[in-house]
């Protein structure tokens, strides 16, 4: 099967293929991060609440600095878990890393080899905390 085209979904495609149509692994960053904002918010880029010129990663952006608990799905994180704090920290480590993915510059994204690393290390200092609570 041949394919003629780029197929894209609102929300998740990068601003540079929107604009440009200029397709790169820059953009699947981008979309992988968007995805891990979606995964630990339970917010869709396509929800009511963005529209606009107000997006997931803005909102994500504009949310985060008021803690973990602000934005992350409440059946992952709840003020009364045993781990709250090491969760919190856990999910805004990785909402960081969301943020850098889907930077609005392409050359402003991390590679995903550098993300595979971070996650790995956020991983284990989830895992060295909880071990130490």
Known sequence: MKQTMTLATIGYMAPEFGSTGIVSIKCDVYSYGIILIET???????????????????WMEYSLPKG?????DADLLRKEDEYFVVKANCISAIMELALNCSAELPEERKDMKDV??????????????????
């Open 40 to 58: 630990f918010t339970k917010k869709k880029p396509t929800d009511n609440l963005f529209a606009e010129e107000v997006t997931i990663r803005h």
């Open 68 to 72: 973990a608990i602000e934005i992350a």
């Open 116 to 133: 595979v690393v971070e996650l790995k290390k956020i991983k284990q200092r989830l895992l060295n905390n909880i071990k130490h609570v």
